[in-house]
């Protein structure tokens, strides 16, 4: 007794259609990586605002000054974000 099957047509392999909402597993990687870009890069303006605060003689003996400190304090965040991220 043999068994005779219909062949059909092969049909081209297709990837599945990703969803509208697609949920992965994983955590995005660029997603952390770009929060704790903007992590670091609030921490650091935070220092430079807290050096600020020291007295001249103080910043002296760090072998900083108050015209650097005060215009890297008022950098804004985006920009020091990117410079984090690039290091």
């Known amino acids: 007794m043999t068994i005779h099957r219909e062949r059909t047509p092969k049909r081209p392999h297709r990837e599945p259609s990703v969803p509208d909402v697609y949920m992965p597993a994983m955590w ?5 990586r770009c929060l704790g870009a903007w992590w670091r890069a609030w921490q650091r303006r935070r220092l430079y605002r807290q050096l600020l605060e020291l007295q001249d003689h103080e910043l002296l003996a760090r072998d900083l000054d108050v015209l650097t400190l005060r215009q890297l304090a008022r950098q ?3 920009q020091l974000a990117e410079e984090c991220r690039r290091e």
């Open 28 to 32: 995005p990687l660029d997603l952390q």
């Open 76 to 78: 804004p965040l985006r």
